[in-house]
């Protein structure tokens, strides 16, 4: 067996910033021929609906179809699939999802109003939208906590209908059979509807509604190249949660944990796939090295260790740095999806932390715990955009309305501002409509 | 002069939901050869940076710049712009920005955190944006007011860096000449740099930043297909706000407002351009006649009369409904940017509004005063975005990261959870990271 190989760096040295931005440069980049395939499946689902809906699913999907409502999973196979796990799987996902409902309840947006010194009132009030889409891959990479965590949040805002949709490919023997762990974490989470579409048609047709599929107001989950171009080009139609790139995760750690803990959070984050990217960062070169070690070592307990070789291979990275300041200020310009504070005083280092998805705090906080139940999503930006961009949470299937309510008197004043800000711009039936009111 | 041509339609009549959808069909079509044009600048941008940024400003907007260092204008330039606009429109503006800011303030995420029954700490922490870019549009729809309502929550938020951008073409004499309005608005709003340049190179320069614009995390402000076919192929690299579309309102009238009061709040959306859309519902047809009456009669007040004819022949209405309920449901399907609830009791119709950017309460709250000076946001969800996205605030300037805190006792019930889950889905590492800690 080769020796396990992944890059070191020495934040230290120079040249190490040009090096940071090569081992970074992935932004998603839009394939034109992709772009052109997705558009042209978009425009044909828009126009024929469960025809061409049809069409696509059993050629992309090598089924066979013949009725659009086929494409339906009855409430009463979810709640089969679920009385089919595993009682200890079972019990699992349950407290998962108790813990994913508890955090969500947090992140509920509320009403406000307060009046100004004129009587006015204003203030902001909050609905949840009337219908969304979840897509939800199918084939090798069917996740039952990925359905947990994108309906569960829609669900607590109070979202009425949640539709979902994950693609079932024939297998060799020509059986379309879904995964029964993700029907039935659709029966947990409580989705209201299950499609076995997928694919750029699938989304198209929750953007834009078929006699069968039903149009939504939003549509999130992750998906391959197909899905995220049709994402984009439904967007604006609907809305869209962020574009998914490879999974992130940086380690910073003290050279205080145990170098086997570590080893294998940044497997974690390898056995994804071979562009997932996992980096530490500590300010020691010897612990380093012990981390190293033993990754060399517990690599014989993984049966995906060929992924994992890879993606350390490609992507991963050690960095020795001065100190924990130092480790902080990189942190912020990878803006990692996922960042571990392994280190004596987290509370202290998350303070010089600006971007990161989600921060796990101590020795005693592992990615995967994240993963599944700790609470908080585990749908967070990739590929840097925890700069501008949030987890996935109750507060994306909510909205905000603006209120805006004028006493007579308290309307004399706001007439004068706006009649003349109007006036400035040369928008005259503004400043007349404003006037009116004084 | 001809009469003025306004659609009428009876909600009632056999026929109007297909009438309804017809009139509303404007979603955001993506040109293809706009897309083309735009993905080249986008792609030159990014390789040649300020070279390919000063050939395509000088062309576009017919200048001869010859270093990027002069697209840059002096904070003492923007001082001065403020101090020569006239004394009154200045206090109107420092009126309307006190306005915004104190309802931005509202807006403000909070962090939070609780403890699960273990032990162990979960929460979400809040941080503002290290840097964004405002799009301010160029030339005839050169507003102050956009200045404030875009570079306001930015600053509330904690950015601190808000780069502004607006495009200033040579006029017939050959000067470019930024508008003294703006330029004091952005003074006024607090904008950290401002430089004269727009179209999709603005848009791509702060995305991928040149060596004389810096890059930024988010895009937001209005522009036109091509700015907003830019923002759309940045989108992923960079946050943008929503694609923005014409302008709307919506009015639901009881029939007791001052007809020629409804007339001019009409007026001042159909003003914008011929795409703005008016639409009043009311459940009285006699009193739409005598609104269309009162537009007859004060159209004459309005230099834009051309434009308000054009907007109001093209994608105007006059609906009448049995009631207010079904005003209401008309109103959701429409989702508007702007509703105005002119009823005796508009908080009662208020319970039943699902889908508005803005609302205005009352016969005393024309949409003139939330586009210039109440207090909310006057960057709204168009084209029945309502239904999934939010006014422009302080929130869209933040952004969360997840918290996970756990203790080594808290951590051991944990462990078991994620195991089994990760077991279920083949994720040996993410099992094993997690049973490390137990």
């Given at each position: 067996m080769s020796r396990l190989e992944i890059l070191r760096l020495d934040a230290?040295?120079?040249g190490f910033d040009a090096q940071l931005d090569q081992l970074l440069d992935r932004a998603p980049e839009q394939n034109a021929s992709v772009t052109q395939t997705v558009d042209a499946i978009v425009a044909d689902i828009r126009r024929r609906g469960d025809a061409a809906l049809l069409e696509y699913t059993n050629r992309f999907d090598r089924r066979s179809v013949s009725q659009a409502a086929e494409l339906e999973i009855p409430k009463a196979e979810l709640a089969a699939a679920w009385q089919r796990l595993p009682a200890d799987l079972r019990a699992a996902l349950e407290a998962a999802a108790a813990r994913i409902r508890r955090y969500a309840e947090h992140q509920k947006l509320a009403d406000w109003e307060f009046s100004d010194e004129l009587g006015n009132r204003l203030g902001q009030r909050v609905t949840p939208m009337d219908r969304v889409g979840v897509y939800v891959p199918g084939g090798?990479?069917?996740?039952p906590s990925s359905v947990l965590m994108n309906v569960i949040p829609a669900k607590v805002a109070g979202v009425p209908e949640v539709i979902m949709v994950v693609p079932t490919p024939s297998d060799a023997e020509g059986h379309s059979k879904p995964n029964d762990a993700v029907l039935g974490a659709a029966h947990l989470a409580g989705a209201d509807r299950v499609f076995t579409i997928g694919g750029a048609q699938a989304v198209a047709a929750l953007a834009w509604g078929t006699a069968t599929i039903p149009p939504v107001d939003k549509i999130v989950g992750p998906g391959n190249a197909y899905v995220a171009a049709a994402k984009r080009a439904v967007f604006g139609r609907v809305g869209i949660d962020s574009i998914a790139g490879p999974s992130e995760i940086v380690v910073i750690c003290d050279g205080q944990t145990d170098p086997r803990w570590i080893a294998m959070d940044l497997f974690s984050q390898a056995e994804h796939d071979e562009d997932a990217q996992s980096i530490l960062i500590a300010p020691d070169i010897a612990y380093l090295e012990r981390v190293a070690e033993a990754m060399e070592q517990r690599l014989a307990e993984l049966p995906r260790a060929a992924i994992v070789r890879a993606s350390l291979a490609g992507r991963g990275a050690l960095i020795a740095v001065r100190d924990l300041a130092q480790a902080a200020e990189i942190s912020n310009r990878i803006a990692p999806e996922h960042l571990e504070?392994?280190?004596?005083d987290p509370r202290a280092l998350l303070q010089?932390?600006?971007?990161?998805?989600a921060v796990f705090l101590g020795r005693h906080a592992p990615e995967s715990f994240g993963d599944y139940c700790a609470g908080p999503n585990h749908v967070l930006p990739t590929s840097r955009a925890a700069r501008f961009s949030n987890p996935l949470g109750v507060y994306e299937f909510q909205k905000r309305s603006s209120l805006i309510d004028c006493t007579a008197d308290g309307a004399c004043p706001l007439a004068a501002i706006a009649g003349r800000i109007a006036d400035a711009e040369g928008l005259h039936a503004h400043a007349a409509s404003a006037r009116d009111r004084s």
């Open positions: 230290s040295a120079a090798k990479a069917a996740y504070l392994s280190v004596a010089q932390i600006r971007h990161a998805g």
